[in-house]
């Protein structure tokens, strides 16, 4: 029990000489911390870029929705939402309008492959961002979205 005091004595003591002449402590990371690692480890950085987000669908009705990308670059911090309205027009097919929509967003942070990763399928994935592979990613897209989520087996 003296060993583990005197441990934890020495652990604060070397904080406090650490803070005192502008260092860093050595203390382990927060969970956010290591959140932030993990996704910066998983971003492919297309271009140098390294941009990171979430999609919300926030409305949707028969013509017309709303969406949100929530948006981050992890070498910077920095950190933005964008609301896109979506207008299938008269007639249209809503949930490819909005994906669409997805794709053009994607396409000003990525030309090539990116990761997406999907809780659909429960894994990250590499997808393509180039105009030739539009259908694919069309199709990926909506599955993504607007299908009944995969369901793991579940074991007994």
């Known amino acids: 029990m003296a060993a583990m005091i005197e441990a934890r004595r ?5 904080i406090q ?5 502008g260092q860093r402590p050595n203390l382990p990371p ?11 480890r998983n971003l ?8 990171g987000g ?17 948006g981050w670059r992890p070498d910077t911090e920095k950190r933005w939402r964008e609301v896109i309205e979506v207008d299938a027009g008269l007639g249209g097919d809503i949930e490819l309008a909005i994906v669409r929509r997805m794709i053009e967003l994607i396409r000003t942070h990525y030309t090539g492959d990116f990761r ?24 990926f897209l909506q599955n993504e979205f607007f299908d ?6 579940a074991y007994r």
Do not use: C, Y
């Open 116 to 139: 997406w990763d999907s809780h659909r399928i429960g894994r990250v994935v590499v997808l393509s961002a180039r105009p030739e592979d539009q259908a694919e990613l069309e199709r």
């Open 148 to 153: 009944t989520p995969m369901q793991k087996p």
């Open 10 to 14: 020495s652990q604060r003591r070397a």
């Open 54 to 70: 979430v999609f919300e669908i926030l409305r949707k009705s028969t013509r017309t929705a709303e969406f949100a990308f929530n």
């Open 17 to 21: 000489e650490s803070q005192g002449s």
């Open 30 to 40: 927060t969970p956010d911390q290591v959140a932030q690692a993990n996704i910066a």
């Open 44 to 51: 492919h950085m297309d271009e140098g870029k390294g941009v």
